[in-house]
C-alpha cells in the first residue's frame, strides 16, 4: 500500500480543497490570506490532497514544484532551492519572464547541472556559492522568496511549495519557513505553502515561532463520514457497472472506520473477491482475512520496523492497555518502570512519527487501530530488551 496512492474517486474533501482555492484566489488578488498545513493521523489521506492541492494550483495559473517529502536526513535548504529552480523554469515555460530568469538564476547560482547515468539532468545546491547567501536559512529563504515572489506578482502568477512529512523538520528549518511566510505576508507576495504533517506538526510551528500560528491555518484531516465513505466505494463501481449490497457498503464503512487507506484495502479486495457485478456481504466477509493480512504486512509493519526492541515493547505495553490516549504514567507502570525512564524511549517514538503527544503526560499512536495489530502480532512480553520471556 503506497502513502499517497490516489484514490479512484476523492470524496469528503471539499472544504479543504475549497479553503486552497481561497487561499490562492485572495493572494492572487494582492491580499492576505493564511498558508494551510494539514495535520491528522497516517492514513487519512494528507498526501493525496497534497497532490489534489498540486492540482488545482495548476488549473488555477499558478506554478507548483514537485511536492517535497522531509525525512531524517532530508537537506531542506537543497530541497527548497531545488523546488525554486523548477518553480522557475515552469514560470519562464509559462510567461516568458526574460529577464527576470537571468537575475534569478543568478541568485540560484550554487545549482551545478550535471547528467547522471539514466541521462536525466540533476542539480545539486552549495549554499555558499549562491550570490547574497548569509548562510543564515531564515535570511536565505526569506530572500529567496521575495525574488520568487516578485517575478511571479509581476507576471499575474504565483508560486505554492508543497511540503509533506513536515513533524520531521528541525526546528531551525520551521523557523525559516515562519519567517519568510511572514514576509510574503507583509509585501502581500503570492507565494504560499501547502504542508501536511502527523497531528503534532501544529504545536511544532508554533513552539518555533510563535506567530505561526496566525500566518498557517491548520485542518485537521479526519476519518471520512459515512456519506463520503459510501462515495468512495460507490462512485468508482458504478462507473464500471458494479453495484454493493447495502449490508456490504455498511460492513467496509463499519470496519475502515472511514479511513481512506483502509477504505481502499476494502474496496480492492472487494472487487477481487466479487465473482459478478453485485459486491454482497458474504463478498466483504470472505475478502476480511485476506484485508488483515495485507494490513498488517503493508500498513502496520512497515511502521513497526523503524522502531527499536525496547521501542517496540513500549508500544506494545500502550496497546496492551485500554483504548488511547494513553498516559504515560500508565505506560511505565505497566512496564515495571518509572515515567523517566522510559522518557527516552517516548521521544525516540515520536521523534519518529510512530506516536505523538495528544495533551501534556499522554501519548498515542499515530497510526490507527495499532493497538489491535500489536496485540496480535507483537503482544506484550519479555524483557526490557525486547526478548521473548
Known sequence: MSAGNPPPALTGREAQTDQFRRLLGRLGHGLSEPSIILHGLRGVGKTVLLLEFESV???????????????????????????AYQALLRLNRRKAVGERLKAFTGLLSGFKAGVSTEGKVEFSFDPSAVSGSTGNLERDLTHLFVELGETARDHDTGVVFLIDEMQFLGRPEMEAIAAAMLRMSQLKLPIAVAGAGLPQLPG???????????????????????QAARQALTEPAEAEGVTF?????????????????????YGKEAWNMAPDTMITLADIQAAEPIIETKLDDEFFHVRFEKATPRERRYMAAMADLDGGPYRTGDVAKHLGSAVSSTSVVRDSLIKKGLIYSPDHGEVDFTVPRFSPFMRRRYPLAGDENGNAG
Open 204 to 226: 511544532l510551528m508554533v513552539e518555533a515561532k510563535s506567530y505561526a500560528e496566525r500566518l498557517f491555518s491548520y485542518p485537521e484531516v479526519g476519518p471520512l463520514s459515512t
Open 57 to 83: 494550483a495548476d488549473s488555477e495559473g499558478w506554478t507548483s514544484p514537485d511536492p517535497i517529502e522531509i525525512r531524517s536526513d532530508t537537506n531542506f535548504r537543497a530541497e527548497l532551492a531545488d523546488a
Open 245 to 265: 449490497e447495502e449490508d456490504a457498503l455498511q460492513r467496509i464503512v463499519e470496519c475502515s472506520g472511514g479511513y481512506p487507506a483502509f477504505i481502499q484495502a
